[in-house]
């Protein structure tokens, strides 16, 4: 007898992309479609691997969008088994979760506070951590759920995931964390391009691997088990088009992007199943004037004018691209421009690396993006920053060198010591007095 399951994730319910109210109620009505398509297909129970929320604290409407939602499930006892990710992650001890879990909604994985024993939940003390785990029984077959809420990488350098999360049987693991791999092999424009994991540090064992976190569509191998990424509900910004056009100098190349949907998994394997939402296109030409306005007039034909359209142009010398908004008659356009040399930082042979540290040089590049409003992101990216451990043995290994320094300089006059204390001092002490991340500290 083999189960058969939904595996949903980055449903990001309460996103009002772009400043866009019904953009939210596209959002829902994903989530909507994703859950009665579950049921129609008569899964045994449904994964949510994170960020079913866009924030930590939604909206009463939101709020009650889900709860209307989840009791689809419910009506027809579909378990429902559900991680946080890092959006809705909180560092309270209740979170929304909590409130659906409490209204007997979802099944909340993970590590707890409080013992959980009931038809699909069990709790194990593993190294002295109470960890829920969530249990399906169909028949003689019963299959276990591990997983946890969505964690730093700095929760990595201290943990190994192996320590906590052992299958005694047929089991699932479910996670909301970039893994390395796969990043690499996926280009993603504005979502995080770091990682908190390797495939390495996935535990063994498992069958199946219900992840969130990337918005696009992935599968590998672990073992002889699968590591799965549906991917969002909706697409999650312009890197996440449906086409892209760019300019090669003669014409527009066609490119392809990813589906938007979920899985179905049955007997561990995982089937796409595809929803029919917003479409994205993105357009890209660096060309003059007079090439921008015959060719973009020749592409209108192939762009629906339901889709949200960025174009980006491209030039030596600025020109007025108001025109733009007259060829296209689409739902939402974005334009963005570069015109002229790209201009660098230079300060006395100073670089924009050597100034800025890279974690201040990513915080400016998300930051100056026009449509930026992740401010979580931010906060969790300099959160992840301070938490990383100081490395002692360096720290130690510098001590040591300058002892050493100090024994070959014992017949020098202090007067002659201070003076080239002084002169390195100048020379090592950096252009600007404090970092971004000591403001913050």
């Given at each position: 007898m083999t189960f058969k399951f939904a595996h949903i994730a980055d449903v990001h319910l309460g996103f009002e992309q772009y400043r866009l109210p019904y953009r939210s109620e596209e959002f829902k009505n994903a989530f909507e479609t994703a859950i009665k398509k579950a049921v129609d297909k008569k899964v045994d129970f449904i994964l949510i691997s994170g960020d079913l929320f866009h924030r930590s604290n939604p909206s009463p409407q939101t709020i009650k969008e889900a709860i209307d939602i989840l009791s689809i499930p419910k009506e027809n006892d579909i378990p429902v088994f559900a991680i946080e990710g890092n959006h809705d992650r909180t560092q309270k001890k209740i979170s929304v979760y909590h409130l659906l879990e409490s209204l007997g909604l979802i099944y909340l994985i993970g590590f707890s506070e409080e013992k959980k024993e009931n038809e699909y939940q069990i709790t194990e003390n593993v190294n002295g951590k109470l960890i829920v785990k969530g249990i399906f029984e169909k028949g003689n077959n019963s299959i276990e759920i591990y997983g946890m809420k969505y964690m730093s990488a700095a929760w990595f350098e201290r943990n190994n995931l192996s320590d906590y999360f052992k299958p005694n049987g047929d089991a699932i693991l479910m996670l909301h964390q970039g893994i390395k791999e796969i990043m690499d092999n996926l280009y993603l424009e504005t979502q995080r391009d770091y990682f908190e994991i390797s495939l390495k540090d996935l535990p063994d064992e498992f069958l199946y691997y219900a992840m969130g976190h990337i918005h696009k569509m992935w599968q590998t191998n672990k073992g002889y088990g699968i590591v799965a990424y549906p991917g969002s509900l909706q697409r999650w910004d312009f890197g996440d088009y449906e086409i892209r056009y760019r300019w090669d100098g003669n014409r527009f190349l066609q490119q392809s992007g990813c589906d938007k949907g979920f899985f179905i998994v049955e007997d561990f394997k995982p089937k796409f199943?595809?929803?029919?939402?917003?479409?994205?296109?993105?357009?890209?030409?660096?060309?003059?004037?007079?090439?921008?306005?015959?060719?973009?007039?020749?592409?209108?034909?192939?762009?629906?004018?339901?889709?949200?359209?960025?174009?980006?142009?491209?030039?030596?010398?600025?020109?007025?691209?108001?025109?733009?908004?007259?060829?296209?008659?689409?739902?939402?356009?974005?334009?963005?421009?570069?015109?002229?040399?790209?201009?660098?930082?230079?300060?006395?042979?100073?670089?924009?690396?050597?100034?800025?540290?890279?974690?201040?040089?990513k915080i400016i590049e998300r930051v100056g993006e026009k449509d930026f409003e992740e401010f979580d992101d931010i906060i969790n990216l300099i959160l992840e920053e301070l938490n990383k451990p100081i490395n002692i043995e360096k720290e130690e290994e510098k001590t040591e060198k300058n002892e050493n320094l100090q024994k070959t300089e014992l017949k020098l006059e202090e007067n002659i010591k201070v003076q080239k204390t002084e002169e390195n001092i100048k020379k090592i002490t950096p252009n600007k007095k404090y970092t971004l991340l000591d403001w913050l500290k």
């Open positions: 199943i595809k929803l029919n939402v917003r479409p994205f296109y993105d357009v890209k030409i660096k060309a003059d004037e007079n090439v921008v306005k015959s060719e973009l007039k020749r592409l209108v034909n192939y762009i629906p004018s339901e889709a949200f359209l960025r174009i980006n142009v491209e030039w030596e010398k600025p020109f007025d691209v108001s025109f733009l908004h007259d060829i296209f008659k689409v739902k939402h356009l974005h334009i963005k421009t570069k015109f002229g040399k790209q201009r660098t930082i230079s300060t006395k042979g100073t670089t924009e690396s050597e100034f800025f540290t890279p974690i201040e040089l």
